[in-house]
């Protein structure tokens, strides 16, 4: 086995378990930037950068089950009508076979917070949301946050 040809079978094995940037795009571009009210191109590319960590099978749980509403920070953005805030008819305006919501606030985009974005994907994809007390918190907590680790040594190695 030369080194090249590692190279070409990890890079195929990398495109069977993942998507790449532009099919995130095209599968999420109901949250991309457009007019009027949405987030900015850059916090767009945090959002789709952040997906595109999960194998494709979350990717897809995720778009099939989840909900995003994401708003914007960047008031001085070249689009004007980012939003601030939203209203939502959850009857109408929200997909049947949705199951959660994910609110992204204007931190997670102004601290580019890509793993804060993981995080709260983790606890769809665990189920982890109904707490009993203080301790249950940390538990659940702490799976999370080795789900987000697990996912990130997988897509990176580290
Ligand atoms: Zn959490």
């Known amino acids: 086995m030369d080194k090249d040809s590692d190279m070409e079978r990890l890079m195929n094995?990398?495109?069977?378990?993942?998507?790449?940037?532009?099919?995130?795009?095209?599968?999420?571009?109901?949250?991309?930037?457009?007019?009027?009210y949405s987030i900015s191109d850059n916090e767009y590319r945090l959002f789709t950068a952040a997906l595109?960590?999960?194998?494709?099978?979350?990717?897809d749980k995720v778009n099939d089950e989840v909900q995003?509403?994401?708003?914007?920070?960047?008031?001085?953005?070249?689009?004007?009508?980012?939003?601030?805030a939203c209203y939502i008819d959850l009857k109408r305006s929200i997909p049947e076979d949705k199951?959660?919501?994910?609110?992204?606030?204007?931190?997670?985009f102004r601290w580019q917070n890509k793993r804060g974005i993981l995080h709260e994907i983790a606890h769809h994809i665990l189920g982890s949301w109904d707490y009993s007390n203080f301790e249950d918190i940390a538990i659940k907590e702490r799976e999370v946050e080795a789900?987000?680790?697990?996912?990130?040594?997988?897509?990176?190695?580290?």
Do not use: H
Request: with cysteine; net charge positive; charged share 30%.
């Open 68 to 84: 995003f509403v994401l708003l914007s920070y960047e008031d001085n953005s070249a689009q004007k009508n980012v939003n601030q």
């Open 52 to 59: 595109s960590c999960l194998p494709k099978n979350i990717v």
């Open 13 to 36: 094995e990398t495109k069977l378990k993942y998507y790449d940037l532009e099919e995130i795009k095209n599968k999420f571009s109901q949250y991309g930037p457009r007019e009027p």
């Open 99 to 108: 199951k959660a919501i994910i609110v992204l606030s204007p931190l997670i």
């Open 147 to 158: 789900k987000v680790n697990e996912w990130m040594k997988d897509r990176f190695g580290k």
